[in-house]
Nanobody, 127 residues
Framework: QVQVVESGGGLVQAGGSLRLSCTVS????????MGWFRQAPGKEREGVSC????????NYADSLKGRFTISRDNAKNTLYLQMNSLKPEDTATYFC????????????????????WGKGTLVTVSS
């Protein structure tokens, strides 16, 4: 059974930084596109970022470009999300997702193409 596990969430002050990690087991990580998503209380889930299997292609939610950076280390089976200049509105549970495909779908932000999901890690940004 494929396992997707996020870590690195926590409480941070506005303007601060945080790096999330996601590890995947029982899946060929280097052959899988990966994504980060988030869901704030009372809101729908939204796509944060998606990265192709090689890491050469990345996609971001327009509102997050320049502050968030997705990356991956295929040797360590680990996905990262570097979040800088955090704002209170970034408070959410962040989810990692793995795809059985090698690339990000055009509709990746809606979760399309993502086959396995983690349980999430909570990020709270205080003002």
């Amino acid at each position: 059974q494929v396992q997707v596990v996020e870590s690195g969430g926590g409480l941070v002050q506005a303007g601060g930084s945080l790096r999330l990690s996601c590890t995947v087991s029982r899946l060929t990580f280097s052959g899988s596109a990966m994504g980060w998503f988030r869901q704030a209380p009372g809101k729908e889930r939204e796509g944060v970022s998606c990265i192709s299997k090689s890491g050469r292609a990345t996609n971001y939610a327009d509102s997050l470009k320049g502050r968030f950076t997705i990356s991956r280390d295929n040797a360590k089976n680990t996905l990262y999300l570097q979040m800088n200049s955090l704002k209170p509105e970034d408070t959410a549970t962040y989810f990692c997702a793995a795809s059985l495909t090698t690339y990000c779908y055009g509709s990746w932000s809606q979760g399309s193409g993502m086959d396995y999901w983690g349980k999430g890690t909570l990020v709270t940004v205080s003002s």
